[in-house]
C-alpha cells in the first residue's frame, strides 16, 4: 500500500508519521529529500538568489532561502522549479528501493509518502489513498515558534502560501482521510488508528472525495 501524507505548515504530518512508522509503515520524508535537493541544486539556487544563501559552512543556508521565498510569490516558484525535478526524482528512487526490500523480505510493502507539497508531486495520483493531517490555527502558531523560532507573521505568511495546495486535491483522483491534531499525543494516535482502518477500506479507489474525518 502506497499511502500519501499531508499536511499544511505544523499541522503535523510529522508526528503523524513517526505514529506510522511505530505500526510498521516506511515513512518516506520528502522535506528530508528536499534537503538533499538543495545541496544538489545549490549553484543554481546561488545562481538565482545570490550568495546571501550560503551559509557560513559553504552549504545553502536554509533558512536564508525560506526567508526570501516565502516572501515573494515568484521567487517561491523559481525556487521550486530548479528543486522539485531533484526531489522528484530522488522520492521515485527511495519507493523503489522501499518496495524491492519488501518484497525481498517478503512482506507487504507499508510505504507512506510523508509531503506538505504532496498534490503537485506526479506520485500522488500513485497513492492507494490520502491521509490529511489538520490542526487550528493557534496550534500550529505555537508549534511554529516553538520548532522553527517564527514570528506570527512569517507562520502566517507561510501558511497562507500553501493554500493554494489544496486547490490540487480534486485533480489527484485520490481517497482522502481527514486527521484534526488539535490535542496531544494520545489524541493523535486515537485518531490516526481510526483513520487507517477507513483508508484500508477505500485504498485504490478512484475517488477525490473526502470519505472520512477523524
Known sequence: MLLGLTGGYCAGKNAAAALLEERGWTCIDVDGLGHEAIDRAAEAI????????????????????AAIVFSD???LAD???IVHPIAIELLDERIAR???????????????????????APQAARCD???ELHAPLLARLRRARARDGASALAALRRIVRQRRLWRRRASV??????????GDRAALENALERALKKLKEVAGEANAALIGQF
Request: contains cysteine; glycine residues 12%.
Open 98 to 120: 522501499a518496495g524491492a526490500a519488501a518484497a525481498s523480505e517478503g512482506r507487504e510493502a507499508l510505504l507512506c509518502v510523508n509531503a506538505a507539497l504532496l498534490y503537485i
Open 173 to 182: 483522483g485520490r481517497p482522502v482521510v481527514r486527521v484534526y491534531n488539535g
Open 79 to 81: 525556487q521550486e522549479a
Open 73 to 75: 510569490r515568484k521567487a
Open 129 to 131: 489513498a490520502i491521509l
Open 46 to 65: 546561488v545562481a538565482r538568489f545570490g550568495a546571501a544563501v550560503i551559509g557560513p559552512e559553504g552549504r545553502v543556508d536554509r533558512r536564508a532561502l
